[in-house]
């Protein structure tokens, strides 16, 4: 059936055919430039801010959240096998570190506590045990994150940790996002993405991180979404970790399903001694 040139064979036109051929033509151009306005990348609707400015609403985050309660559904890699599983974190700023993994059917599978640079670590499925100093590797023995105890300790508070004396680069742009680059004395850097919300307010919240160590070639990389706010500060919802030259698919994936800010622990939160008849185990790096 022929709709357009009813009644006419085949090659033949008229005024309404041409008109709406000219018509299709037409919307096809428009949803064209519609799609290219849709891909023209976000500008700022404020004054480019300067290192410092961001340097000093980092530092500012960092002064009002110095710790946390969390209750998380965490996916990585425990034991050479990828887990999913609850995890309950206890996290401050300063690097101590509290974490007990649970499996459905079958409890409590491992714990790691991290306090004063020491770690020790549990895995109650084997009944063994490992502690020594929290090395990177040490630290990420139950949730695979093998950075430095503060640096995971702010990656779960929702920011990033650098060293005293680290010096503020330049700002750049990327994906909606002022990018903060950061150098520490120790050679390593750092870009903090740091999302404006409301243009006409100087407070941004951190959307992503990456860092590569001194000589390194790759980048470990941090994604911070689902962003929720409490006493004027955002929070991740979810949080995704990938190791240098690696996805997030391969990485990382914490879900917070419960979050008390600044909570205050008692002394012996951070402690975790190996229960009776676990074997020692050598630590790793």
Not at 164 to 182: F, I, P, Q, T
Not at 191 to 212: E, T
Request: net charge negative; with cysteine; proline share 7%.
């Amino acid at each position: 059936m022929n709709v357009l040139g009813k009644d006419r064979p085949l090659g033949c036109t008229s005024t309404a055919t041409t008109t709406t051929s000219w018509g299709c033509c037409g919307t096809a151009v428009l949803f064209l430039l519609l799609a290219a306005c849709a891909t023209v990348p976000a500008q700022r609707t404020y004054p480019v801010p300067s290192a410092d400015e961001l340097l000093a609403a980092l530092r500012a985050r960092q002064a009002a959240a110095h710790s946390l309660n969390l209750e998380t559904r965490t996916t990585s890699w425990l034991g050479g096998e990828r887990v999913r599983g609850t995890v309950q974190m206890l996290v401050e700023r300063v690097g101590n570190l509290r974490f007990e993994a649970e499996v459905s059917l079958q409890g409590t599978v491992a714990a790691l506590a991290v306090h004063d640079n020491t770690f020790v670590f549990v895995d109650h499925q084997k009944k063994t045990f490992r502690q020594g100093p929290a090395t990177p590797g040490n630290v990420a023995s139950l949730i695979r994150i093998p950075l430095p105890a503060q640096a995971v300790a702010a990656i779960l508070l929702g920011d990033v940790f650098f060293l005293e004396g680290s010096k503020a680069l330049d700002v750049g742009w990327d994906r909606g996002a002022d990018v903060l680059h950061l150098q520490t004395p120790d050679g390593d850097e750092l870009w903090v993405s740091l999302h404006r919300p409301a243009p006409l307010v100087a407070a941004w919240d951190v959307v992503a991180v990456a860092g590569q160590p001194a000589f390194a070639r790759a980048r470990w990389r941090v994604s911070y979404e689902d962003l929720q706010h409490s006493d004027g500060q955002s929070f991740p919802g979810f949080i995704r970790f990938a190791e240098p030259g690696r996805d997030f698919d391969d990485g990382v994936e914490i879900k917070v399903r419960d979050r008390i800010v600044n909570p205050l622990f008692p002394a012996d939160a951070f402690l975790l001694a190996p229960p009776p008849g676990y074997l020692p185990q050598k630590s790793g790096m």
